[in-house]
């Protein structure tokens, strides 16, 4: 299983639907493979006992690839130093890494050049010492000849040209590691934690799939520096262009969460007979109504989100704002981890130039979000992005009424059991929060109608099914060609 | 594609080398040793009959491939057949949470049937994995958790794309 800064080490929807598949694929072995920004970090779940082993795959906090795991050897580490000098890197590296830039450049021209390029990389870094490497003048040099020299791309500014190969360089300790022998790769994202899934269908014919929740390439759009030029976010666009159009074009099965992003997909060149949507599906059992004695009879609207831009805390305050003018009584709860702490201290003098300091509460997050749904009176969803998020449907199952912003698969999750209102609107949200508060009739029959919904649509059941079947299929039909290859012959 | 060949002996090996028979299996049968992958991927078919029956139709699938390659299709017909009767257990067990998974357990079954040179059982896996597969095309709403994405080429009868809602 491939991720990238969630499962195990962080929280967030994608963690959720990564430890509740392993958990329930009780028939299969899984060993992770985790790209996360720091060596040393807490395991947010208990591992199930399928999962054979984590490797964690720090892109920042080390200053030498491997020096956090147990197995470093300072003997290896000493052999790759030895062995890397000028001449080789401009032999044997050089020539695929100006392949990597100049398909990364122009959005990926060729997914196979950019993959064998890759795959070059990846057999040079695991043989020699990356440090060394992306601080060779080889490596320099062809940065200036690829980006500064570029036509297009000489206009950036040097500190951003700089910042961008300081990407490049983490990226690159991500193929400074070998990978373990697995009878199929499945990646969590169409994203860089894809590129071993990439080099181990070339390598060893490793049958290779993505699930994508929210788009990658459009959830990489939105969260762009505002701050830097045309020329220099179209440099960033196209890398994210290549590495999604490569995992594509080596995926066996591109498994989407909702039909929302079918269209992205395709667009961005992903083949129609890889693409099959399969849904997520939640514990019925644990997420229901309960009946919860709360503090006070205030009205409680409950968010539950990281805090993060993507999810659109910044709007719910201000439609809060509004909100709070006609219900004074109404009080909103937002539980979920911090993310992004800038973000936070925004929201927080957001919060504090509205005057709603006893209105709108960072709750932290919570191991026991069953309990936290079933305090609410309505459940609030105001993402800018979204996959299909488990929220949705989780507050639903409780028979709680929903009001969510129009985005990724959210209408697809609702399907006319709760109210959707415009993404990025505090008016249209306001209004959709006041139309659930003013009737209360109005909101326990759409929560009861919610609830009914989701246990005919999204079950543990079928969702862990499908993904069986999905392992399966891919394995089942590799021995198929080999049966019907070895019969030709 | 030419690519250089990644090294296999790393200490990723000793984290990954797992016990269990299957992986035997597969190493056994990439270092030529047949006979014994065979043996193996049997009995872990066995064992997993019961608990899950996917992977025990997928281990006999992996005996059976073998053994066409050593001995000819002929020894391989009976392990075909314990092939396709997993499949077809696998699928009447998803058939419940799933019937996509069903559609496709039962379409093995059929093609694992025919390799066993049961032609009639193969037709009937095969009718029953298109009439199920026709009650959930044509099952009106759709149902995404129950719908394999399609192009615009089988359109619905009412006009609109097979995934239309």
């Known amino acids: ?489 | 594609m030419v690519v250089n060949k990644i090294s296999n002996s790393s200490w990723i090996d000793k984290i990954s080398g797992d016990k269990s028979r299957w992986f035997k299996a597969n190493k056994l049968e990439k270092n030529g040793r047949l006979e014994e992958a065979v043996r193996l991927y049997i009995e872990e078919a066995e064992e997993k009959r019961q608990v899950s029956p996917g992977i025990s139709g997928l281990c006999y699938l992996s005996a059976a491939k073998i053994l066409i390659k050593m001995k000819g299709r002929e020894k391989a017909e009976p392990i075909f057949r314990k092939a396709a009767e997993s499949y077809e257990e696998y699928a009447e067990k998803a058939l419940s949470s799933s019937p996509s998974s069903a559609i496709w357990g039962y379409k093995m079954a059929s093609k694992c049937y025919a390799w066993a040179g049961e032609y009639l059982k193969s037709e009937e896996m095969m009718k029953t994995a298109e009439s199920l597969s026709e009650k959930i095309e044509g099952g009106g709403k759709g149902y995404p958790l129950f719908r394999i994405f399609r192009t615009g080429g089988n359109k619905r009868k009412d006009g609109k794309s097979p995934n239309a809602m």
Not at chain 1, 15 to 33: A, G, P, Q, R, V
Not at chain 1, 81 to 86: I, R
Request: hydrophobic share 40%; net charge neutral; charged share 30%.
């Open chain 1, 1 to 489: 299983m491939l991720c990238e800064g969630t499962y195990p080490f962080y929280r967030g929807g994608v963690s959720t639907w990564t430890h509740n598949l392993i958990s329930n694929l009780k028939d299969y072995e899984f060993f992770i493979l985790s790209v996360t920004s720091a060596p040393f970090l807490r395991r947010r779940y208990n591992l199930p006992p399928n999962v054979k082993g984590i490797l964690n795959i720090p892109l920042w906090g080390t200053e030498f690839v491997k020096e956090h795991i147990q197995e470093f050897k300072f003997r290896d580490f000493l052999g790759r130093n030895l062995s890397t000098d000028e001449r080789k890197i401009q032999e044997e590296f050089i020539p695929s890494l100006r392949a990597f830039l100049d398909e990364a450049k122009h959005g990926c021209k060729d997914p196979r050049r950019l993959a064998e390029a890759i795959c070059e990389m990846h057999v040079f870094l695991t043989r020699h010492d990356h440090r060394k490497t992306v601080r060779s003048k080889a490596f320099w040099n062809i940065i200036q000849e690829e980006l500064f020299d570029d036509r297009l791309y000489g206009y950036a500014r040097l500190s951003y040209i700089i910042d961008f190969s300081r990407i490049l360089s983490h990226i690159l300790q991500l193929l400074s590691y070998e990978y373990p022998y697995a009878d199929l790769s499945h990646s969590s994202a169409a994203a860089f934690c894809g590129l071993p899934g990439i080099i181990l269908k070339i390598d060893r014919d490793t049958p290779y799939l993505i699930t994508e929740h929210g788009v990658y390439f459009r959830e990489r759009i939105l969260d762009l520096p505002s701050k830097s030029s045309i020329i220099e976010r179209m440099l960033l666009i196209n890398l994210y262009r290549a590495i999604v159009q490569v995992n594509y074009y080596y995926a066996d099965k591109i498994l989407p969460v909702c039909k929302f992003n079918v269209d992205w997909e395709r667009e961005l060149g992903a083949s129609e007979e890889k693409i099959e949507v399969i849904c997520n599906g939640i514990d019925v059992e644990r997420f229901k109504p309960i009946k919860i004695d709360v503090e006070d009879n205030r009205k409680r609207i409950v968010v539950m989100a990281r805090i993060d831009k993507l999810k659109g805390i910044m709007n719910l305050i201000d439609a809060m704002a509004n909100v709070s003018k006609r219900y004074p009584e109404a009080i909103c709860e937002i539980y979920g981890p911090v993310s992004d702490k800038q973000y936070l201290k925004a929201c927080q003098r957001k919060i504090k130039s509205l005057n709603l300091e006893d209105k709108v509460l960072f709750m932290g997050p919570t191991d026991k979000p069953e309990l936290a749904y079933n305090r609410a009176y309505v459940v609030v969803q105001p993402s800018l992005s979204e996959g299909f998020p488990f929220t949705v449907i989780e507050a639903m199952a409780c028979g709680k009424p929903v009001v969510a912003t129009d985005v990724g698969g959210v209408s697809e999750a609702i399907d006319g059991f709760g109210v959707i209102v415009p993404p990025r609107s505090s008016a249209a949200l306001a209004e959709g929060i006041m139309k659930v508060l003013e009737n209360e009739e109005y909101a326990e029959e759409m929560g009861r109608r919610a609830r009914r919904y989701v246990l005919k649509r999204f079950t543990y059941e079928g969702f862990i099914e499908n993904y069986r079947r999905v392992y399966l299929e891919v394995l089942s039909e590799k021995i198929w060609k080999e049966i019907i290859e070895w019969q030709r012959s």
